[in-house]
């Protein structure tokens, strides 16, 4: 038991005003942590600062936030200054924080006019006001959730628009393993990001030029919460994965005085946040990186799983390193902004999702009015993040099961090279999909129509199933430096039916030649 949502602010930003409205909206019961206190305490806000002394008053008021997110499930507003208190603030750490600002003349205003006994504002408003804002404005960016400006706006739109964003889609997915994090899907996350950020001692933040959009937002509030902020900005694209980029960004971390105890923030699509998870993983052996990824296909696959890297002559991800991230944070709002095309690339990794492991991804996709939709996508991404944790806290160095998310992608990786990134990688994964289908139905461990399903699939999303833009003999070449081969026998990933993959080793020249047809090589 929580509370849906935890209010804080500085005195008069209207904590309670909107907390009350919030709560009575939602059908929910509403708490303010002074009124707890005195409750529990048995004696006024100003007894208890006049005979205990401040430190008493939120020793009191911790144990009351305490009792509240253990035994609450409504609507919870915290006095201004209880962020203040070392263990309060531990206990925020996972729970729905909003943060209501205000400007210090509005707060001032709203001080003045009330009836509110507040101890620390009763001489000089603007100054104890002025004075709070310098003391607590950090803390309450560093462990807010979400942000609303109150200022001189009618109370019911701010109601409204916390309520929004209350009732929007939001989960959260752990990864385990020997090191544990979160992935959170939802929508207008950036205090959620700098909430994590601000356990660090300072920031890299690595983006493109074409996502300094979602960035920027990242950089402000870090820099609010008073967290020492660098930026290194990199090659859009597969352009960014490459030894000279990486150079470059040890140079970048070393100017930031990037430490051990510091934080890469990777923002941006799969390209970016494979180099910025491998630029962390390099980094002084190792720093802690956050992963913001903004398109689909980064969501579903690359921010998630702690593999990192960069691109070689001879491959794909070939130079790299497992190194998890401490957080993923994945704003379905940076979608509405893609291309539809590198929506449909993404969703050519979702659809392997479903292969391999949830059928109901399948599903949605082959009977929904439109498999494309907000609602559909939300899906796609949470189940899809679901396989992958599944995998990844059993086997991060796939050395096991998560040898099976590569299910289609020893042909995609050909394609790929090969077309020298002009085919996308989702793309190319679909290809490779039904490319693994046949084979498995060449080699006899897959029955007849499993490459049929797959195309079936895959139309729904307007995705290729074929390819002629390179030759059998190179792709075969190709092949023979993927990651899966052991003593050079090429291994595919495929399936006996659906959701029960296999590894098969070595297929014969003529299972691979019927494999090959059926994709047009």
Same mark, same amino acid.
């Given at each position: 038991?929580?509370?849906?949502?935890?209010? %804080?602010?500085?005195?008069? @930003?209207?904590?309670?005003?909107?907390?009350?409205?919030?709560?009575?909206?939602?059908?929910?019961?509403?708490?303010?942590?002074?009124?707890?206190?005195?409750?529990?305490?048995?004696?006024? =806000?100003?007894?208890?600062?006049?005979?205990?002394?401040?430190?008493?008053?939120?020793?009191?008021?911790?144990?009351?936030?305490?009792?509240?997110?253990?035994?609450?499930?409504?609507?919870?507003?915290?006095?201004?200054?209880?962020?203040?208190?070392?263990?309060?603030?531990?206990?925020?750490?996972?729970?729905?924080?909003?943060?209501?600002?205000?400007?210090? &003349?509005?707060?001032?205003?709203?001080? $003045?006019? $009330?009836?509110?006994?507040?101890?620390?504002?009763?001489?000089?408003?603007?100054?104890?006001?002025?004075?709070?804002?310098?003391?607590?404005?950090?803390?309450? !960016?560093?462990?807010?959730?979400? *942000?609303?400006?109150?200022?001189?706006?009618?109370? @019911?739109?701010?109601?409204?628009?916390? /309520? +929004?964003?209350?009732?929007?889609?939001?989960?959260? %997915?752990?990864?385990?393993?020997?090191?544990?994090?979160?992935?959170?899907?939802?929508?207008?996350?950036?205090?959620?990001? *700098?909430?994590?950020?601000?356990?660090?001692? @300072? $920031?890299? *933040?690595?983006?493109?030029?074409?996502?300094?959009?979602?960035?920027?937002?990242?950089?402000?509030?870090?820099?609010?919460?008073?967290?020492? =902020?660098?930026?290194? /900005? #990199?090659?859009?694209?597969?352009?960014?994965?490459?030894?000279?980029?990486?150079? +470059?960004?040890?140079?970048?971390?070393?100017?930031?005085?990037?430490?051990?105890?510091?934080?890469?923030?990777?923002?941006?699509?799969?390209?970016?946040?494979?180099?910025?998870?491998?630029?962390?993983?390099?980094?002084?052996?190792?720093?802690?990186?956050?992963?913001?990824?903004?398109?689909?296909?980064?969501?579903?696959?690359?921010?998630?799983?702690?593999?990192?890297?960069?691109? $070689?002559?001879?491959?794909?991800?070939? =130079?790299?390193?497992?190194?998890?991230?401490?957080? #993923?944070?994945?704003?379905?709002?940076?979608?509405?902004?893609?291309?539809?095309?590198?929506?449909?690339?993404?969703?050519?990794?979702?659809?392997?999702?479903?292969?391999?492991?949830?059928?109901?991804?399948?599903?949605?996709?082959?009977?929904?009015?439109?498999?494309?939709?907000?609602?559909?996508?939300?899906?796609?991404?949470?189940?899809?993040?679901?396989?992958?944790?599944?995998? /990844?806290?059993?086997?991060?160095?796939?050395?096991?099961?998560?040898?099976?998310?590569?299910?289609? !992608?020893?042909?995609?990786?050909?394609?790929?090279?090969?077309?020298?990134?002009?085919?996308?990688?989702?793309?190319?994964?679909?290809?490779?999909?039904?490319?693994?289908?046949?084979?498995?139905?060449?080699?006899? *461990?897959?029955?007849?129509?499993?490459?049929?399903?797959?195309?079936? %699939?895959?139309?729904?999303?307007?995705?290729?199933?074929?390819?002629?833009?390179?030759?059998?003999?190179?792709?075969?070449?190709?092949? !023979?430096?993927?990651?899966? /081969?052991?003593?050079?026998?090429?291994?595919?990933?495929?399936?006996?039916?659906?959701?029960?993959?296999?590894?098969?080793?070595?297929?014969?020249?003529?299972?691979?030649?019927?494999?090959?047809? &059926? #994709?047009?090589?």
């Amino acid at each position: 038991m929580a509370p849906r949502a935890i209010f %804080i602010g500085m005195p008069g @930003a209207g904590k309670s005003t909107v907390g009350r409205r919030v709560a009575k909206t939602l059908g929910l019961d509403f708490r303010d942590s002074d009124e707890l206190i005195v409750t529990r305490e048995g004696m006024s =806000v100003e007894d208890i600062f006049s005979t205990r002394g401040e430190s008493g008053f939120r020793e009191a008021e911790a144990d009351a936030i305490e009792w509240a997110i253990n035994e609450f499930d409504g609507v919870l507003a915290l006095g201004g200054g209880a962020v203040t208190h070392e263990r309060t603030r531990a206990m925020l750490a996972d729970q729905h924080v909003v943060l209501i600002e205000a400007t210090d &003349e509005e707060l001032t205003r709203r001080v $003045s006019r $009330s009836r509110t006994v507040r101890p620390l504002l009763q001489h000089n408003p603007r100054q104890g006001i002025q004075r709070l804002r310098r003391q607590r404005s950090t803390i309450y !960016h560093s462990v807010a959730s979400y *942000v609303v400006l109150s200022d001189a706006r009618p109370v @019911a739109r701010i109601v409204n628009e916390v /309520v +929004d964003h209350l009732n929007s889609s939001y989960t959260r %997915i752990p990864v385990g393993g020997d090191q544990p994090y979160d992935v959170v899907i939802g929508r207008e996350l950036v205090n959620e990001v *700098v909430r994590l950020a601000s356990t660090k001692a @300072a $920031s890299l *933040v690595v983006f493109s030029e074409d996502v300094r959009r979602y960035a920027e937002p990242i950089i402000t509030e870090l820099t609010i919460a008073d967290i020492p =902020v660098a930026t290194f /900005v #990199v090659p859009s694209g597969e352009d960014a994965k490459t030894a000279r980029v990486i150079i +470059d960004g040890w140079s970048a971390a070393g100017e930031a005085g990037i430490g051990r105890d510091g934080v890469v923030i990777a923002i941006g699509g799969g390209a970016t946040t494979d180099m910025g998870g491998f630029l962390a993983a390099t980094w002084l052996r190792g720093v802690s990186v956050i992963q913001v990824p903004t398109t689909l296909l980064a969501m579903v696959d690359a921010a998630v799983g702690g593999k990192t890297g960069i691109n $070689s002559t001879h491959g794909k991800n070939l =130079v790299g390193s497992f190194h998890p991230p401490i957080g #993923v944070f994945a704003d379905v709002d940076t979608l509405a902004t893609l291309d539809p095309a590198e929506i449909r690339a993404g969703m050519g990794e979702v659809a392997k999702c479903g292969f391999i492991a949830d059928a109901e991804i399948t599903r949605i996709i082959s009977e929904s009015d439109d498999p494309l939709s907000d609602a559909a996508l939300f899906e796609h991404i949470a189940r899809s993040v679901q396989v992958k944790a599944d995998l /990844v806290s059993a086997d991060l160095r796939e050395s096991g099961q998560r040898e099976f998310l590569n299910y289609g !992608h020893t042909l995609a990786h050909a394609i790929e090279l090969s077309s020298n990134y002009g085919v996308r990688h989702g793309e190319a994964v679909s290809i490779g999909c039904v490319f693994a289908a046949a084979l498995a139905e060449a080699a006899g *461990v897959a029955p007849a129509g499993l490459a049929d399903h797959h195309r079936a %699939i895959l139309a729904r999303l307007d995705l290729p199933t074929s390819y002629s833009g390179v030759s059998r003999e190179d792709v075969l070449a190709i092949m !023979h430096s993927d990651k899966k /081969v052991r003593d050079g026998k090429l291994r595919f990933v495929v399936l006996r039916e659906l959701g029960a993959p296999e590894i098969l080793v070595a297929p014969t020249s003529e299972q691979l030649d019927a494999a090959f047809e &059926e #994709v047009g090589l």
